[in-house]
């Protein structure tokens, strides 16, 4: 990501513009002014989502947009790392801006969220009903991924936007430390929340998500679980199953941060109906009780499947994830990609890989703008009720 700011923008359509500015001043404040100040390049500016590193005063990156914004609605969240069309970063932030008549959008937010996931998910996908008049809806939600089941969240949005409005966001990160991570709406800073958008457009959007996993060694049984904890697998303490067949080394048996770096790159995969995995990150270990910790629930006695992925096998589903995101719009050119990239498949493509890997997504977007953060999860629901992933791409394109 280059240092000073930048733009991004794809020529306006007659009613609609999207543009991305990025900065990676260290001074939060100016950091805000300088990406902000790239990214609004239109009038009438409808919505700011904001990709920011956590090593920023957030308080004063928020006030710093908001000083260039004049009060425009905003949501975002500290990340894993950030990406724009220059290629990814880690000590930027990223801002992306939505404008004209053919785009309009409304923001909610839930706090307190591990009390209450799928209430918090309901409460934020409430603010749909602020929109009408125009053809084309998505909910984008941004979650703490350290607060719970995630799976909740995902429910409780849909018993409210129902199966015609997709979802997609992604959770927060806190660059791998796993202690907090923050969500932001308008000059809030919030941690332990759900932040959403509502948006609805005159041009079709399209949402596409992959994950690029493939499955080791025999099936196993969850024989006891609840919700995002996992204690026995094949009627043997979980951690202990997870060490030995992945041939674990010697310091992810007893470092709970060795762990966490080892987990990222072998996930638990679950069977679905569909024929295609669903794959869970396993974020931690409890090393007394012998059990895993995963960020969305895994159902207890269903079959899944220790997982693993290599560097074309991920660029492979990056491809994918781009050109299904694309379909929907049935030829237009995108205004903008948004790419919500689990932190696993960094871990699995290398600093060169995900260089890789933000060309390919460039590439696709055929010279339109690219912005996008390192998850701890991602969100898309297309159909089904099912819509929390891991350790996967998801890309939202918007006409």
Not at 375 to 381: D, K, L, N, V
């Amino acid at each position: 990501m280059a240092d000073g700011p930048r733009t991004d923008v794809r020529p306006h359509t007659r009613s609609r513009w999207l543009a991305v500015g990025q900065s990676r001043d260290p001074n939060a404040r100016v950091a805000g002014r300088a990406a902000v100040d790239a990214a609004l390049t239109g009038e009438d500016a409808r919505l700011l989502i904001v990709f920011a590193s956590g090593a920023y005063d957030l308080e004063a990156l928020l006030a710093g947009i908001d000083e260039r914004s004049g009060g425009v609605p905003l949501i975002g969240c500290s990340t894993a790392g950030q990406i724009a069309t220059s290629g990814p970063g880690d000590a930027g932030v990223v801002v992306t801006a939505l404008g004209g008549p053919g785009f309009a959008a409304a923001t909610a937010v839930a706090t307190g969220a591990s009390g209450r996931l799928r209430e918090s998910g309901a409460q934020v996908a409430g603010a749909l009903r602020d929109l009408d008049g125009h053809p084309h809806h998505a909910m984008m939600l941004l979650t703490d991924g350290l607060a719970g089941d995630q799976q909740e969240i995902v429910r409780g949005a849909y018993s409210v936007v129902g199966a015609s409005v997709p979802l997609v966001g992604g959770c927060a990160g806190d660059d791998l430390k796993m202690q907090a991570t923050y969500q932001l709406h308008g000059t809030d800073v919030l941690s332990d929340a759900v932040v959403g958008a509502a948006i609805a457009s005159d041009g079709p959007i399209g949402i596409g998500v992959r994950h690029g996993w493939r499955r080791v060694g025999e099936p196993i049984i969850v024989t006891r679980s609840r919700g995002n904890r996992v204690r026995l697998l094949d009627h043997q303490p979980a951690l202990d199953v997870y060490l030995e067949q992945l041939s674990a080394p010697p310091a992810a048996r007893e470092d709970p941060a060795a762990f966490t770096r080892f987990a990222l790159t072998h996930p638990l995969g679950l069977a679905r109906r569909s024929g295609e995995d669903q794959v869970r990150f396993v974020r931690e270990a409890d090393f007394e009780e012998r059990s895993l910790g995963c960020v969305a629930e895994v159902p207890q006695g269903g079959l899944a499947w220790f997982m693993e992925g290599d560097a074309a096998s991920v660029l492979a589903a990056t491809d994918r994830a781009c050109e299904d995101a694309l379909a929907p719009l049935n030829g237009t050119p995108p205004l903008g990609l948004i790419a919500f990239d689990c932190i696993a498949r960094r871990g699995v493509l290398g600093e060169d890989g995900i260089e890789r890997e933000v060309e390919r997504v460039a590439a696709r977007a055929g010279g339109a703008p690219v912005a996008g953060f390192y998850t701890y999860g991602e969100i898309a629901r297309t159909h089904g009720v099912n819509g929390f992933h891991n350790q996967t791409l998801v890309v939202l394109a918007l006409s």
